[in-house]
């Protein structure tokens, strides 16, 4: 069977242990190429992690011919042009999340790729784990009767020492799309695609309270999903460090399931028949349970759940919520 070489776009902190490795840990896989514009930090991460060529040039990494495949981890600001080039190049694309800054840029990330009959892929990686097959697995069943009401919650205390000229990416809307909601809550949002299907009408509140940056540091949101189910949403960044909270609630008639999305590994449900907890590890790559479905996928063998068309379903829905115009 065919191996399929990956390249990486930005091999930052988000690869080192995250997805990097797993590239060569899945069957018929390997990770063969990675670029960053830092000469000596890229250098330093091939070397580390055993790959064979490194470059400074994303251009020469998408054009060389024994790289089948680009992943692109870098911000979402740079994901619309490079995933144009890959797919200009006739290369599956695995770009990461969130898919791009607004939905207008994840469509044409979709039609680019279509136009040029690869793959589009996003790092929506969570839909891939044991820990939220086994949520989706006990909603499907019923395990909680008819379902009511999804809610999440999620405070966090500001980053210490942020500096207003030198803010990290993730508080730059150039290159975020906004602030810590578009990288954290999109992956919660997308969990409720996956488990509930298609969000059909959003909308939400934002402010900056705290001042520390300009982006938003607080975001309330209300939705409707196409079952007629109902959700809703708090995203706080600005709380104390006690209050700090991970949560979602999903109630049904006859009980509820809850769970921390980046936090513990517990699910909780609680039901008339009692309570009960499942304890789930997640693996030590997180997204390897993902590359390995895209990598099945590439070779005929099976499907990934997370495509360039139902992460910018989240896309819109983070725009819904933001006010922005689509």
């Known amino acids: 069977m065919k191996t399929i070489r990956w390249g990486i776009i930005g091999c930052g902190n988000v690869t080192e242990v995250k997805s990097g490795p797993a590239f060569s840990k899945v069957a018929n896989s390997r990770l063969v190429a990675v670029m960053r514009r830092d000469a000596a ?33 870098t911000p979402p600001g740079l994901h619309a042009a490079y995933t144009l080039k890959v797919a200009a190049a006739g290369k599956p694309v695995y770009v990461e999340k969130p898919m791009a800054i607004n939905y207008g840029e994840c469509q044409q990330m979709i039609a680019a790729c279509e136009q040029a009959s690869v793959p589009l892929y996003v790092a929506y990686y969570r839909r891939s784990q044991l820990f939220f097959l086994k949520i989706k697995e006990l909603i499907d069943s019923g395990a909680i009767g008819d379902l009511r009401f999804v809610n999440i919650r999620f405070y966090q205390p500001p980053q210490h020492g942020l500096q207003k000229d030198k803010l990290p990416w993730r508080l730059q809307a150039d290159l975020a799309g906004g602030g810590l909601f578009f990288d954290l809550a999109s992956h919660q949002l997308d969990l409720m695609d996956f488990f509930f299907g298609p969000i ?48 979602t609630e999903v109630v049904g008639s006859k009980g509820r399931i809850t769970y921390s999305t980046f936090g513990h590994d517990i699910i909780t449900l609680e039901t008339t028949e009692g309570k009960q907890e499942f304890k789930i590890p997640y693996p030590e790559h997180v997204q390897q349970p993902f590359i390995e479905q895209m990598v099945r996928d590439l070779t005929g063998q099976g499907s990934c759940p997370s495509t360039g068309v139902s992460a910018a379903r989240t896309a819109k829905v983070m725009d819904w919520i933001m006010g922005k115009q689509l």
């Not at 580390?48 to 692109?72: F, G, Q």
């Not at 509140?205 to 189910?229: C, K, P």
Request: charge should be negative; charged fraction near 25%.
């Open 41 to 73: 930090k890229c250098e330093d991460y091939a070397r580390r992690h055993h790959i064979p060529k490194w470059y400074t040039d994303a251009d020469a990494l998408i054009n060389d011919p024994e790289v089948d495949a680009v992943y692109i981890a």
């Open 200 to 247: 059909a009408s959003a909308s939400g509140q934002t402010v900056n309270q705290a001042g520390l940056y300009e982006v938003e540091d607080i975001v309330t949101a209300n939705f409707r999903f196409e079952s007629g189910l109902l959700g809703s949403g708090v995203w706080c960044f600005t709380t104390a460090t006690e209050s700090r909270t991970d949560s």
